[in-house]
């Protein structure tokens, strides 16, 4: 009974900090090629009852509102920039499930009784979000939105979803920069002025190698009629810690006097006069005030205290130094520990000292991914391509199940009839790859195609996903200012389907245990010469009425021998001049 | 009536087996090559290709609409057609087949209209230079190794079913049969549009060649309005057909509506494709209209004028046709090139016929290379094609003025015999 009692308590206090909360941390980890991965991560919940009444306390009420007003259950919005480098740097955080496609990518289930209701919505959603991030969210229109139907499940918790629509738009082209990680960085309760919010910089987080800002709201439900709304704030990057280390006052790279070349010793030919330079110098020291710029102002007051704001993983055989008086735990699984700053007013820093020994740099081990994935165009010429994703299971016993999503702008027609998946390896395409194919073809300006594929990668394989497409060409309205440039084509989604769970459900209502996105491509079109629309009107017209009056000349006149019918009507007139000269020159 | 030379079933035989065997042998041997083809945008338009035509099936076959795409603008009734035969990736001999068959009717069909002797003399007017003239033969030769045919045949371009749509109305008109030309035309025009414009001078033509003894009305209105009547009826029972094996009217919007509206730029050999690329948005609508206007003003023109003889309207029409229809392609030219040979007897009174001649061949040459300049090698741009469409047009029509020219004095030299071998003006 007392127990009951204790654990009803518990509950209850859980379930009172779960309904207003908010923590915030940042999770370093060093990653092979003198690389860091920073995980910034703040989180804020709500209670539905307080949403609705609009008593906002750390959740945002800019965004809070327009989620109300587009009667939004579940908010996603990635910006990202570059590529994650999955052959060095190995498995994505959170599994792949806080970044997007190079670009603006966002998904929401909105409520909606019909298509045209959720369209209407959805235009409202972008159009406010488009104001608040200072992104052309705006330009989500329909051509670039699409309804996936296996790849993208809810994260949160539905009573039910009968009556929502999932939407889903991208914009590949959209440079991702300062003026929206401000916005970003606004929505936090101590708005980058204190805590590890004060660290992002746009120097800093657009120099990365790759970086990933995310927003996610979702509901979240211990039991029926005791939900909060939760919103969640992520930003991951992956810094070159020898860019990051440049100064500030100096940033323009430099080639190094000729004495501090660092060179790849294990070359052959190196000696006292050669030197073959490394691209990076491995396990350098590095502190947060370096990578960073500054050091963190203090910690946000308004965090949860039991967390702690900063986490770095490396093994606990490596010292780590902080500020004075931070306190250190490592944790059990000897691979992390975390550190509470002393005190919440003053600056803390984080230095991480060369290791011993450079051979061993003691960091922890790429993860590997569950999957490997590339895409690339094929073929040449402005007329038809074809698009190849090579698909590579590293794991050498396990299939891996997964959904591939594609969505191309109308003007890449797309041939399914073409589509194969092929064991690389072997020369005859194998039907029993791909499982089970979504397809929505694009309508010229009006939508974009959609393409997703349920299909398996055998163990220790690698499968070639090829199909042709055609380009066609654009009113010369249509083309962007730089139409030589080409067009960016958004990234393909694959999202892995958990084998572990769900195995009697039908395969694609499994929830995914990783999601990767390859790289956008750029795709180049024909274009016309845009200098002249009048010239090609003028031309063409012309060769019309060439015809035109060659053809109604003959119908309309008569025929008579060169000798018949009246004068010409010029002969006529010169007969007259000659007459008016003769009388002229007569009557002199 | 002429001499012509009989010929033997054999040689007859004989032709009919080349041409198949030249086709089903590079389709067998040379598989690259008709893929070049098809892959060609002189041979393939976006309402003709092959390969969206595949794509269209695949989707038919796999229960998506294709009309809810971009891809496929032909006439429905192809899907179950094709889906007939053996999948073409599995076995392409079938829908080769196909192809061959399509040509070698079509042949057939020249043929037949050539031995009617209808270009030479029909029942309102007899040309004084009748008689020298090629027979069913040649001409049959002539369209089956016409390397225009060939490429069409080869690129396995749909718009082999609409020549030979055409030609069998053309053929059923001469030998009598009004009602299958009527048929014939209306599947045509259902799988291309723009034979519908054929109607009058067809219409004429059957009049012209009805059998006395025949069921057809006597008098010309009530002729007509069978005719149309007929038309109209096969073409509304071939789009009820259409919507019972697609399931809904999207096909209309999706099949004619393109050819309508110029929604897919896809370059082609003919004017509209570049002329609404560069085209200002607020003026689209009216030149499309225009353009349209353009195509249709022909038929009254021509048919009234050259009352006489209704054949040479359709041949003229024919060349129009190919060249200000929207989405022309070389197998439009073949379909032209093919009547001319009917007219072998004004052949004299052309004008300029090594002009329009070299020009056609300059344009068939430098067309792939200056399409290569700009698409692939990067060197050109889209104005080396759009010129060489240009001069394709002019030497079209230069061809299709100075036939209608030549005509037009064969006429006048049966009524005034005096004329022959003079200069003549307009006036």
């Known amino acids: 009974m007392r127990q009951l009692f204790f654990s009803l308590l518990f509950c209850f206090f859980s379930s009172f900090a779960a309904a207003a909360d908010y923590h915030e941390q940042l999770n370093l980890r060093p990653l092979p090629q003198s690389a860091l991965l920073a995980s910034f991560n703040f989180r804020s919940n709500i209670s539905v009852s307080d949403f609705d009444k609009g008593n906002f306390r750390f959740f945002p009420r800019s965004l809070g509102q327009i989620l109300q007003h587009a009667s939004t259950r579940e908010l996603h919005l990635r910006f990202t920039l570059g590529r994650w480098d999955a052959e060095s740097w190995g498995a994505r955080p959170w599994n792949g499930a806080r970044e997007g496609g190079t670009g603006v990518e966002l998904w929401a289930w909105l409520e909606a009784a019909s298509h045209q209701e959720a369209d209407h919505k959805w235009l409202m959603l972008t159009n406010a979000l488009s104001g608040l991030f200072c992104a052309s969210l705006n330009f989500i229109d329909s051509t670039r939105t699409t309804r996936p139907v296996m790849s993208f499940r809810p994260e949160g918790d539905h009573p039910s979803l009968a009556n929502t629509q999932l939407l889903h738009g991208t914009l590949p082209h959209e440079v991702v920069c300062t003026e929206n990680l401000t916005p970003f960085l606004k929505l936090l309760p101590c708005k980058g002025k204190a805590g590890i919010a004060s660290l992002l910089d746009g120097h800093k987080l657009f120099d990365a190698s790759w970086q990933s800002m995310a927003i996610d709201m979702r509901p979240l439900c211990r039991r029926r009629n005791d939900c909060v709304l939760q919103i969640e704030q992520t930003i991951d990057m992956v810094l070159d810690i020898d860019r990051s280390k440049r100064p500030r006052h100096n940033p323009i790279p430099r080639p190094p006097p000729a004495d501090q070349l660092p060179c790849d010793t294990s070359k052959p030919y190196h000696a006292r006069d050669t030197c073959f330079p490394l691209d990076h110098t491995k396990n350098q020291d590095w502190a947060l005030s370096q990578i960073f710029g500054r050091p963190m102002k203090g910690t946000c007051p308004l965090t949860d205290p039991q967390v702690s704001p900063v986490c770095i993983q490396i093994p606990h055989s490596r010292p780590v130094y902080a500020s004075e008086g931070a306190r250190e735990k490592k944790n059990p699984d000897r691979i992390s520990r975390c550190f509470f700053p002393p005190d919440p007013s003053a600056d803390f820093d984080l230095s991480l000292p060369a290791p011993a020994d450079p051979s061993d740099p003691e960091i922890l081990g790429p993860g590997t991914p569950l999957l490997y994935a590339e895409r690339s165009f094929t073929g040449y010429g402005q007329e038809r391509g074809g698009i190849q994703t090579i698909l590579r299971n590293p794991s050498p016993h396990k299939e891996v199940e997964f959904i591939y999503m594609e969505t191309l702008p109308w003007f890449m027609r797309i041939y399914l009839h073409t589509m194969e998946a092929r064991v690389a390896g072997q020369p005859a395409p194998d039907k029993s790859l791909v499982r089970e194919v979504y397809y929505r073809p694009a309508v010229d300006r009006a939508r974009g195609t959609q393409l997703e594929v349920r299909m398996r990668v055998p163990p220790a394989s690698t499968v070639l996903l090829t199909y042709d497409f055609e380009k066609s060409i654009l009113r010369y309205t249509e083309y962007p200012p730089d139409a030589n440039r080409g067009f960016d084509v958004p990234a393909a989604v694959i999202t892995i389907l958990d084998a572990s769970q769900g195995g009697k459900e039908p395969s694609p209502r499994r929830p995914a245990a990783y999601t990767l996105r390859t790289t956008s491509l750029l795709c180049s079109l024909p274009t016309p010469d845009f200098s002249m629309p009048y010239n090609v009107i003028i031309f063409t017209s012309t060769a019309i009425a060439l015809a035109f009056g060659g053809i109604f000349n003959m119908l309309v006149r008569r025929m008579v021998a060169a000798d018949e019918g009246p004068e010409p009507g010029l002969k006529v007139l010169v007969g007259k001049l000659k007459k008016r000269l003769g009388a002229l020159t007569g009557r002199r | 009536m002429a001499a012509v030379a009989k010929v033997s079933p054999g040689q007859a035989a004989g032709l009919y087996a080349a041409a198949a065997a030249l086709r089903l042998a590079v389709f067998a041997f040379l598989p690259g090559l008709s893929d070049l083809l098809a892959a060609r945008v002189e041979v393939s338009t976006p309402v003709t290709s092959f390969k969206r035509l595949q794509e269209g099936l695949f ?79 040649v001409l049959a030769a002539f369209f089956l190794f016409n390397p225009f045919t060939l490429a069409t045949c080869l690129g396995r371009s749909t718009s082999a079913f609409t020549t030979y749509a055409v030609l069998h109305a053309i053929a059923n008109a001469v030998s009598g049969a009004p009602l299958g030309a009527m048929v014939a035309l209306a599947f045509a025009g259902y799988l291309s549009l723009s034979p519908l414009l054929l109607l009058p001078p067809l219409v004429l033509l059957a009049y012209d060649r009805r059998r006395p003894a025949g069921p057809a009305p006597r008098s010309g209105p009530a002729f007509a309005a069978v005719c149309a009547a007929a038309v109209a009826g096969v073409l509304g029972a071939l789009f009820l057909l259409s919507y019972l094996v697609t399931g809904s009217w999207e096909f209309l919007p999706s099949t004619y509506g393109v050819q309508l509206t110029l929604s897919d730029l896809s370059p082609n050999i003919g004017l ?113 094609f759009y010129a060489i469409t240009l001069v394709w047009g002019l030497g079209q029509s230069l061809l299709v003025c100075d036939l209608m020219f030549a005509v037009l004095r064969d006429e006048l030299e049966v009524e005034r015999p005096e004329i022959v071998g003079k200069e003549i003006r307009q006036i």
């Not at chain 2, 053996?86 to 069909?109: G, K, N």
């Open chain 2, 272 to 384: 509209w494709w570049y002329f609404f690329v560069e085209m200002f948005d607020s003026f689209r609508s009216f030149f499309l209209a225009v353009f349209w206007l353009h195509l249709s003003s022909y038929v009254a023109g021509l048919t009234l004028r050259i009352r006489r003889q209704p054949l040479v309207v359709l041949t003229l029409l024919l060349g129009i046709h190919g060249i200000f229809k929207p989405y022309p392609s070389i197998a439009d030219t073949s379909l032209f090139l093919a009547l001319v040979p009917l007219y072998r007897h004004v052949f004299p009174l052309m004008r300029y016929t090594f002009l329009s001649a070299s020009v056609i061949l300059y344009s068939a040459f430098l067309g792939p290379a200056f399409y290569y300049l700009w698409i692939y090698a990067g060197s050109g741009n889209a104005n080396f």
């Open chain 2, 59 to 137: 989707l038919y076959n796999h229960n998506v609409s294709p009309y809810d795409g971009g891809v496929y603008h032909q006439a429905p009734l192809l899907l179950p057609l094709f889906s007939l035969l053996p999948s073409f990736a599995a076995l392409p001999l079938p829908t080769d087949l196909v192809y061959v068959v399509l040509d070698l009717l079509s042949a057939r069909a020249i043929w037949r209209i050539a031995d009617s002797g209808e270009a030479g003399s029909s029942a309102l007017f007899t040309s004084p230079r009748r008689a020298k003239r090629w027979s069913g033969f």
